[in-house]
């Protein structure tokens, strides 16, 4: 093979753009971006504000010999309740009643499951939004033939903006935090890279109300319907906001 062949037109025209393309590769290789300064801080915020607005639940369920008779006992218990809801109810969206159930009941005795009767049930919630009548309301809900409370939960009817309000309380504490910092550092505060936010309800559910620790079974109700006190908890509506600030 002569060794002009190996320099003709066509091989060249290949060469070149190959050798000009691992020149560009050489170059770019041996750049490197330095990393971006920042600042990672943590933000705390929290609002505290009383409830204005309580749910109770409760239930009414009967065992008897006929499942009539159970049916037509819980019917009498719900229409009870709600002729009292409606003296202490802003409408009737605040009163919610669940489907009415009914079943066989047994007991366990003996080693062996009996027969007891057939059990009918029904839950109702019910919305109080002025909370100066709650206690009045609980004293004649205990005279009715309810035989459990449920729960009772408060929360307040500005969640969304007290919640917003914890987020902005927490995002200016991150920015206080970080400008601190900058300050010992001697440098500057620069754009966010980087921010997340953490919301929670200390006394509650994460559901922006404060479940009452509540599940009584009335047997008897000796107290008579009265003297059962209930105390709404403070709500307490924290935030914490995490945030990366660039350092100039």
Known sequence: MKLSSLFSPMKASTILPLFVGL?????????????????????????TIYPDVAEISVEASFTKDRMKDAVQ????????VLALSKKYTASGEDVRISSISANKDYAYVNGKNQFTGFNSSQSITIKITDLKRLEAFMEELLATKINRIQNISYTHTKADSLRREANALALSDAVKAADNLCS????????????????TLDTGNGNYSADQD???ELYGKGFGGSGFKVTPELLKFKSTCHVAFAIE
């Open 23 to 47: 020149l560009l590769l050489s170059s770019c290789g041996g750049q490197t971006t330095s990393p971006v300064k920042q600042v990672k801080v943590l933000g705390y915020g929290g609002v």
């Open 73 to 80: 006992e819980v019917q009498a218990v719900t229409n009870s």
């Open 184 to 199: 010992v550092t001697k440098s500057t505060r620069g754009a966010v890279l980087e921010m997340a936010n953490y919301r």
């Open 214 to 216: 509540i599940d009584v």
